[in-house]
């Protein structure tokens, strides 16, 4: 309970928010299910879904074109150009391949 104390008394910014009876109701069961508070499951729902959202985000997505076309030049690489193959060369003199 120590931890739930200090976490209140550092929080600082305030949101507000307008809903209808309805969604106030349904939040409200929710959140009695649970055992907690209104505004405590409002904000960690919203934390949940903002963290969802955000990792989603962040991923790449890749077209169905794209996608095949990176499977394909890994199946069929294309073959090494001259520049490619100094770079290996040097790779492997770095590194006394060679």
């Given at each position: 309970m120590l931890n739930t104390r200090k976490s209140?008394?550092?929080k600082k910014e305030r949101l507000e928010a307008r809903l209808t009876s309805e969604q106030k109701?349904?939040?409200q069961i929710a959140a009695e299910i649970e055992g907690t508070t209104l505004t405590d499951f409002v904000i960690r729902s919203?934390?949940?879904?903002a963290r969802?959202?955000?990792s989603?985000?962040?991923q790449i997505k890749l077209s169905l074109?794209?996608?095949q076309s990176f499977v394909e030049s890994l199946l069929n690489p294309p073959a090494p150009n001259e520049r490619?193959?100094?770079a290996a060369a040097?790779?492997?003199k770095a590194i006394g391949l060679e």
């Open positions: 209140q008394l550092s109701e349904l939040l919203a934390q949940s879904h969802q959202v955000i989603e985000h962040n074109e794209d996608s490619m193959m100094k040097e790779y492997k």
